[in-house]
């Protein structure tokens, strides 16, 4: 048996509180040490959230922060309700392959998103009822509660982008929109991730609501648009598998 993965609770004693600067980034190089201290191997399953947010002495927010960019990554699976797996060592060449593949299709899945999501936002503007603006209220509403117990707000994001696609009545376009419904999962959770994303996104969805709910379809249109630009300013898209010769050097 591999030392630190025993059974019962996983150990914390390997782990020390990260320097300050750009936390998220240190805290996933301290989880990265960690990996490699007590020998955990693929599909072993690390401290839970708050265990390892009392041993890092950081918030469960930024530990959650770390573990969705290496989950961005390929490194780790963080099954919610579940637990934090490792799903590749960190040198894993063929997971580096994987990740670069994604990484080379997400422009593609993003450019689909806007392409559907601003037609789909103003038809909603144009056809919307009492019934759907409750719906997407309500989503937000989830969102915002989510956020503010320290979540990530990704279940309400989900059920407002439903909501705006039930409100459009295009059998079409929401048939496109279940197809991509995995892809689009991937990059929600992508941008969530990133360090004080979650907060700007649900002010995002607001403003798309608030066009929708006034009628105005090119509004939510242009608002939706700028939405999903901001879910394409993921750190997977900004993340190079060649560090720069300033950061080799040191």
Known sequence: MRAGHRAG??????????????????????????VEVTGLGVGDRLPSERDLAAA?????ASVRQATV????????????????????????????????????RLPAILEAREALETQLAALAAARRT??????MDSALEAMAADIDADG?????????????????????????????????????????????????????????????RRGDAPGARQAMRRHVKMVADIGLLRWSAVEPESDRSG
Request: charged letters at 30%.
């Open 9 to 34: 609770r996983p150990s914390t004693e390997s782990l020390r509180a990260p320097d300050r600067r750009r936390l998220y980034e240190q805290l996933a190089a301290r989880l990265l040490d960690y």
């Open 56 to 60: 890092l002495q950081v918030s469960r």
């Open 69 to 104: 960019a290496l989950e961005v990554r390929g490194t780790l699976e963080v099954r919610h309700g579940d637990g934090i797996y490792l799903s590749s060592l960190p040198n894993d060449s063929g997971r580096l392959m994987e990740l670069m593949t994604q990484r080379h």
């Open 130 to 135: 009492e019934a759907d603006i409750a719906a």
């Open 152 to 212: 990530l707000g990704e279940e309400g994001d989900r059920l407002f982008h439903e909501a705006v696609t039930r409100t459009a009545r295009s059998a079409l376009l929401a048939d496109f929109m279940t197809a991509l419904a995995v892809p689009i999962s991937e990059t929600r959770r992508s941008s969530l991730g990133e360090p004080g994303r979650p907060p700007r996104s649900l002010n995002a969805h607001r403003r798309i609501l608030e066009a929708i």
